[in-house]
């Protein structure tokens, strides 16, 4: 029998570097898994083989989180798919946790339960109804045992405290993380008191994932840490921040961009950005290091091999890419072989090949948040009355 | 028992679409079971359910062929390799065959068998032996009763006659394509006469693939067309290009860009730039349509969705998709929903989110091909001695 | 006899817009008048009819200021230059009040004697050193009996503090510029702050000029608004940008820029450019619009005409040129013509025609200013050694 | 009394390099002299002082040739510019000439006088109808005795052979531009062929100016340059380009840009990119080597200080520049007296500051040109009407 796996709380207790799997949801839709526009996870009971493999070469590229694909699988958000699903809320969290933790089994990965916003909330619904959403999900959590819970993708600290409180309830870790910008939550709270909030609700990890790019990120849990200090607390913090670039991007994030989410290709990450990333996530003294929407398994390698020399070893999928390009020293061509450097990548300014294209964008920026009737969810698919004018809107902005 | 599927020629001779799938090798390295530089497809022994979830995922998206994945498989490019490979080339090859013939029997699709340019013939082997080399993995296609066969990835069109010649005898019907632009090949002969030649050799569907963006892939294959046209000759046409913009391309591609391989994120093509390109092609009069390398499943699905009125239906995977962004409607934010229509796609200009990075770059252009001793391949890895002298060289260019 | 003409401070109490002219040395450096580099004025002796001409082009397009050619005009500085000049800064300055006080005579425009900030403070001298510096230029100014006095392009806070007290000494108005941004002046001094200090010193007008584009001092001349109104104060403000477009600036403005000061053609900013932010400026309350660096006639004229609403008139140079491009009805082609009307030039992203260029840089911050060795000014040209080892720090960082 | 100068045959028989000067129309319009749209000068007339100025500028930067600033002077055109003026062509064309004789007397430059392309020959008049339009320009030419002709600007090589051939009947050595590319007139006659027929009419210098960037005009003339000489013929070239960016254009050149006329900041050449131009047209053949719009008197300063160590002198502006940037030795901060070295200038990649804007554009392109009743010039002004017309055909596009 394999000895316990050392769980979440004990690894950065110890110092250890975490590192998180990439966003399932972005990429499964590259796959034709996932619908753009409702995101829900019923892939978990229609396709298992799919979300399987995503699992392993997550696993492969060196993850120690297996992280339930639950996105949006609360009942509220199910349901306001605007298409009939076949299954149930609970089949598609149960599956998801299956899935999960039988991938975790393959190597050395723990499984996190994940609970996301609700539209309950954003359509103003009390902390009762919003908390009886989540514990619906927790209840499967807690059936399938997963190692530890994450509350993440929440836009209000307000939703994302009702989130941890419910959450500990179950004696599990709890991590929370918001999909905020150095700007701080949709009203106005700032990171650092965000994350003071957090922590005194429960959470022992606090950080940021989604909506704006890594550097972004890493410079918003830094102001995490820094309210959290002084305020004379402690917590472990995290980041899984998107897989694209996003100097351009206001409060709301990448949501707010003209090319989210069909037009985004121009701005992915390259693995040597990730390194950069990596780096700069550890130097802040973040310790659980993953990605979200655009990540791809070769970014999560990328974060594996930028911090093997603090962790003391590779992920598996590096017997397929040699450090800093090294592969290329078997290439055709001479002149690709005169690129197996590091001092080649580590400059290169990549182009774009589209020089019909700006290089920044002006985001939209409604300034609608929860309160505003705009925001308030309905079941039934937009009318076409409804397109129209949200059309008409769009063009006088 | 099915009714026996229609053949390639069948299809193409009563003027159906026959849509490809996407290259294997950029898409394997993302999830981490191919190694740039080398570029072998040893995945197939090694790690048979990445390839075979690979597969599924372009017949879901609408691929109507399962090519072998064997790109690079032939012996001498395997010795090649630098690192000792613990199962023959023979084993890697029926074991591509296997996996594209189950996941064809999954639906509608066709094995296409491919072979490719050969090291031997980069270090000027001779003819005799460049067929020896191709007549190898032959024997494991005619082996497994592969539909059909493609000669894939010539630089010049001198070497892909020869796999054109040795193609043939084994009866089946050959597809032949080359890896060049408008310029023509290596040795200056132009798409016109490269398709002659290779129709005169027996290809019966000639074209282009990888190396370009598809637009001026579609280019080439247009002058292909008239060349063959004006010769009184008669071929189907097929094209699989990239799926990164390259309009800073000189002859010999992609290869030479400075951000070829691990750099070309921001080159990457959006769904929307492929109907785009799916519809040039059939309007060029195309009829096997597909890609190469960069192309995921998302991308082969929007070449599918462009030609479902001209097939009468949808790919299975377009269930997740609505057409044009109509999935969006269901999406949460309000300014989110109002990008839920065509024109605001088709007229989108996606930001690159790099302003510090220029939109075309200068290509590498050592000018050396077949013939010249820097093409000379060998068997062991480069030597740091062999490094710095292309490290300098690359400088001073 | 001509009536007197209303003085500066009449003007601005009374509520009217000023124009000031553009800046004098990268105008004529393009015309082969002006040294980059060393800057200093003496083409005021040595090729006067060029400087007139320029005074009337700015006059003709809308310049209700004609600010004497004397920047670097400081005996210290022309001392700095590296080259022996034949003239005395005393000739230099006495030959700037003549040529604006001619072209002055010619319209409805006042005659403004500048002083800029001095290489003696950058060498840490004392303020009476300074000071004395200040006054050999004022002498002139005060015999030459110009209308009012600018005090301008000065980093330091303190500094530009000792200028306006020696410039209050003549009884004559005194406005006073800064030439930083958002962030303060070099020593961390804030916009406000800057601003209160200038008006305790007695400055009847402060701002900025110089070193960052349009939008960013308006920006920062709102902080000073928003800092002397807080502070109880009052004054009117001015602002004379950069005609060239610095989003990528940090503290010390545009010369960090790796373009400055030979590269800045794609950073320059468009006639309609121009009508936005004489647009802001006025909205911002501020009263007294120009332009430095970079600033042609037509950028003037622009800004003439986007406030000829308010002031009833247009200017001189307005013959010439039809409101929002209307000139172009009379163009030969008629693709151009259809170019005639305002939505078109306002909504126009212009092109750089430069595929290999970013659109933004990193600039230089060696972060020294005052205080640091390195900004001691010596009167002899740098040294081959010196030369080399700031090479070599500029390729290490 | 002065020694003779040698006329501009032989100084180019003799191996000389002969500077051009640059295009009045662009300089005098951004310094309020100009209407664009009509492009007419009548400024040689109303503001002779600003004249004069420019032509000073640039032959003190290294011309030797003063072109009279008679372009668009004709009487068609003087006639079809929607707005009367008060002056005949007559008198517009003899100021021209007196100014530009005036300031060649001043150093060592030629007088040249220029005719252009006419409205009539747009318009479909004929032939004897244009010839005698042109005659009237001449005969002010011969009246004040200018040391040559340059027949340039021409779109069609059939209104430029019956230029040359009434330039012819003077006597004085005659140079025919057409502004076109590598692509040929409007007709679609090859550069090579277009110079072959200048040059059978009498031509001795042929080249080509305006509407393309300079590497791309140097192009076009080697390509007249082949033809000459293929044809057995001699001549003598020249070449006078823009001095914006303009890789995006297509047969129309630079009018076709979307930022044609008043947005063309981005695409300025930098001075650097003026050495470029100066030793590629060098390195061709062309010995006649000047500008076109965009020209300032510093970017004929750069092609002269280039060509400097072919013709053993610098021009009299470069007093006041030093060689690839050593003026900035002698700057205040050492960062930018770090930047006095040739390898920084020629190296760098100038941001344009505008993240929002593409680097190239799509040009319209409406295919019309002589024959074509779009093009038929009218007297009187668009009417609103017509503008309208052209307005919604323009967004169609």
Not at 227 to 242: N, S
């Amino acid at each position: 029998m394999a000895p316990a796996k050392k769980g979440i709380l004990e690894r950065l207790d110890a110092g250890e570097v975490v590192i998180g799997d990439g966003g399932f949801v972005f990429a499964l839709e590259k796959r034709g898994y996932v619908k753009a526009g409702p995101w829900t996870p019923e892939a978990t009971v229609e396709h298992p083989e799919a979300v399987r493999q995503l699992h392993r070469e997550f696993l492969r590229s060196g993850s120690n989180v297996m992280q339930t694909f639950t996105f949006y699988a609360s009942d509220d958000k199910l349901e306001n798919r605007g298409s009939k699903l076949s299954f149930t809320g609970a089949q598609i969290n149960e599956a998801a946790c299956d899935l999960a933790r039988e991938v975790a089994n393959e190597g050395d990965a723990l499984v996190a339960g994940g609970v996301c916003q609700t539209p309950s909330y954003l359509s103003c619904k009390s902390e009762a109804e919003v908390k009886a959403i989540l514990n619906k999900q927790l209840d499967v959590f807690v059936k399938k045992d997963v190692d530890f819970l994450i509350a993440e993708y929440f836009e209000h600290v307000e939703e994302a405290v009702w989130a941890v409180e419910v959450l500990k309830e179950t004696g599990k870790p709890v991590a929370a993380c918001l999909c905020i910008g150095p700007d701080g939550d949709m009203h106005g709270v700032s990171p650092g008191e965000c994350a003071v909030r957090l922590v005194k609700a429960g959470a022992q990890i606090v950080g940021i994932n989604c909506h704006f790019d890594p550097m972004t990120c890493v410079k918003a849990v830094k102001m995490m840490k820094e309210g959290v200090e002084k305020a004379g607390l402690k917590a472990h913090y995290m980041v899984q921040p998107l897989a694209f670039h996003t100097p351009d991007c206001t409060c709301q994030g990448f949501i707010d961009l003209p090319e989210f989410p069909f037009g985004l290709e121009p701005r992915i990450l390259s693995r040597w950005d990730m390194h950069a990333y990596a780096r700069e996530a550890y130097n802040t003294g973040i310790r659980f290091i993953g990605g979200c929407c655009g990540f791809e398994p070769y970014h999560i390698r990328a974060i594996a091999e930028e911090l093997a020399p603090e962790r003391g070893f590779l992920p598996e999928a590096s017997e397929k890419h040699g450090n800093w390009g090294a592969g290329l020293e078997m290439h055709t061509k001479p002149w690709v072989r005169a690129r197996a450097r590091r001092d080649y990548w580590e400059n290169l300014k990549p182009a774009s090949g589209r020089p019909l294209c700006p290089s920044m964008s002006s985001p939209d920026a409604w300034g609608v948040t929860k309160g505003h009737s705009d925001l308030i969810q309905q079941t039934e698919a937009t009318s076409k009355d409804q397109l129209k004018q949200l059309f008409d809107r769009s063009k006088s902005q």
